[in-house]
């Protein structure tokens, strides 16, 4: 039995352990808001439901495939599983309708199938994976402001009627920052001629870069791309 104490606890980093499954001891920690597991081997998460209190969920530098990624709690907002080993995007990770930044850069991903059900998520980290295309489903992440997509396999379509990054995304979406860099078939021009585009530069003049003093945004920058 965990002592009382451990149950009060509400941060945890167990980082850089042997750990290829949560202990029941952490499962047992029922109001912990933010969990740290970096640099653990692991290989599996159990179902994590009695963890309802917990918003903030980082697992990056692990050994995680799609289906090791047990039941999460509905209360997380903040999740980060970079470098692991998902090719497909996990079904537990569809139920999280809470969720407002979710980090996935240096995985394996080539599909991302279920990403529509986050219909809260502002941010979106998906570098250095295999994507080569950014679908429609994407359109219904209303809410979404940060896109970033770099290093990954996304080109130009041959068809003149298709492109690699769906309209849905720049017309459905608040999306106003749109990182595309090292996507080494894709350019900036490619980008600016695809349908639904020009809805996202009008939003994106309107939004003020602090780095720039208050001043709107420059095309210096634009996507990442030359």
């Known amino acids: 039995m965990i002592d009382g104490t451990f149950i009060k606890i509400k941060t945890l ?36 439901q009695a963890l309802d209190k917990i918003t903030n969920l980082t697992l990056d530098n692990n050994d995680l495939e799609a289906n090791g990624v047990g039941i999460l709690p509905l209360s997380i907002t903040k999740i980060n599983i970079s470098f692991n080993h998902l090719q497909t995007f996990p079904i537990t990770l569809g139920n999280l309708t809470e969720l407002v930044e979710l980090d996935l850069c240096n995985n394996r991903l080539d599909t991302i199938v279920g990403i529509g059900n986050l219909i809260n998520l502002v941010v979106l980290l998906l570098d250095d994976n295999n994507l080569t295309e950014i679908t429609n489903e994407f359109g219904t992440l209303i809410k979404l402001k940060k896109l970033s997509v770099k290093r990954n396999k996304l080109e130009q379509k041959s068809k003149s009627d298709d492109q690699s990054i769906s309209a849905d995304l720049f017309t459905n979406t608040n999306l ?12 900036k021009n490619h980008v600016l001629n695809m349908t639904g585009v020009d809805a996202f530069m009008e939003r994106r003049k309107k939004t003020k870069d602090k780095s720039f ?11 990442g791309l030359d």
């Open 176 to 187: 106003d920052d749109l990182n595309l860099e090292g996507n080494i078939k894709l350019t």
């Open 13 to 48: 980093d167990i980082s850089e352990n042997m750990l290829k499954t949560l202990p029941n001891e952490v499962i047992a920690m029922t109001n912990l808001k933010t969990l740290v597991v970096s640099r653990c081997s692991l290989q599996r998460l159990p179902n994590m």
């Open 213 to 223: 003093k208050g001043g709107a945004l420059t095309d210096h920058s634009l996507f």
